[in-house]
């Protein structure tokens, strides 16, 4: 009797997570405009692709598996009935990889309008990359920070244009110092660092593009049932109690979606989003910090000086 309540009890928590999530309903089309999403072959990525590609957007994923990417350009140009998405190669786990589909896409599209960074992982691996660097934060800060500096100038030029970062409520347990120690954090350290690290990037980036008409802010998804938790202890909850307690990606995306969309947000930048409303975030995220951690990114990534902004 008892596992008719839990399925009963599970079901109403799905229903009330279902019901309580900010949703976009706003019809607008996004016709003519071209969008970025990283991490588009899955999860939130992936639903926040197929949804843009549904309103008319010409949609470019960056992934790291060319396979999983050209699939995802498949499902989503059926599902939307748009065949203008496609699939760059980009791995945010080398800074070379960033260069290279920066030249592809500048390359190849004339404009940007919005670029949604999206990939991101959790307890991937306790190693550094090719470039050094811890790669959970390779992966989820330097990586799209080398990303949204190199297409800064092509979003200037599209202007207006938008830049969404997605992190996390979680960022209000990270910290910025030591970044690269890998020693000093468990991976779940580690993904609040980062985490903080988007929303500190987010309000640092907003205030040097302040009057550029490109506008910048960070979005957290909710707890989505995605692949970020098949790498944690999450792993064992899957199934029945992850799709009770968590948002579907459909839902999950809302708030990317919004940001990248909305007339409601075109004048804002620098906030931080949850349920498709502005949002507080941590008192963490200040001035003194985002500085501290742009110029040690600027070293880490190895910007050159014609790249700064
Ligand atoms: N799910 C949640 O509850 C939750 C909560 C807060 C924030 N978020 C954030 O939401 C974003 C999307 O995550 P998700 O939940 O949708 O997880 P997901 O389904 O695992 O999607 C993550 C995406 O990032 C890609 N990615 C990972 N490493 C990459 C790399 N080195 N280069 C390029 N792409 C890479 C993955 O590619 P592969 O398929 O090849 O691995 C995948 O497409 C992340 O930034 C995450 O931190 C999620």
């Known amino acids: 009797m008892w596992y008719i ?47 843009l590609a549904k309103r008319g957007a010409k949609v470019i994923l960056g992934c790291r598996d060319n396979k999983k990417g050209l699939r995802a350009v498949e499902r989503i140009k059926k599902r939307s009935r748009n065949t203008s998405v496609r699939h760059i190669h980009l791995d945010l786990a080398s800074f ?34 090719e470039d ?21 100038p092509m979003l200037k030029k599209s202007a207006p244009s ?54 910048v802010n960070s979005a957290h998804p909710g707890q989505v049932n995605t692949s970020l938790y098949k790498s944690t202890i999450f792993e064992k909850l899957r199934s029945l109690v992850l799709y009770s307690f968590f948002k579907s990606p459909y839902d999950g995306a809302q708030t990317s979606v919004y ?13 931080y989003f949850a349920d498709c409303e502005e949002s507080k975030m941590s008192l963490k995220v200040n001035e003194i910090s985002a500085n501290k951690l742009w110029s040690y990114s600027e070293s880490l990534v190895k910007l050159r000086p014609e790249e700064t902004i």
């Open 96 to 129: 070379t990889s960033v260069r290279k589909f920066v030249e592809e896409f500048k390359n190849t599209e004339a404009k940007l309008d919005v670029l949604i960074n999206n990939a991101g992982t959790s307890g991937i691996s306790q190693d550094y990359t």
């Open 132 to 152: 050094g660097v811890v790669t959970d934060m390779q992966i989820n800060h330097f990586g799209p920070f080398l990303l949204t500096l190199l297409l800064v």
């Open 162 to 215: 938008r830049v969404v970062i997605v992190s996390s409520v979680l960022h209000r347990f990270g910290r910025i110092d030591d970044l690269n120690e890998m020693n000093r954090y468990t991976y779940v350290q580690a993904f609040c660092n980062s985490k903080l690290c988007n929303v500190l990037f987010t309000t640092e980036l907003a205030r040097r593009l302040d009057g550029t008409g490109v506008v």
């Open 259 to 271: 940001l990248a969309v909305s007339d409601e947000c075109d004048q804002i930048t620098g906030g």
């Open 5 to 51: 309540w839990l399925v009963l009890t599970l079901v109403l928590i799905k229903l009330y997570n279902k019901w309580s999530t900010g949703k976009f309903y706003d019809n607008s089309v996004m016709s003519g405009k071209v969008v970025i999403v990283t991490g588009g072959n899955s999860g939130i990525g992936y639903a926040t692709a197929l949804e």
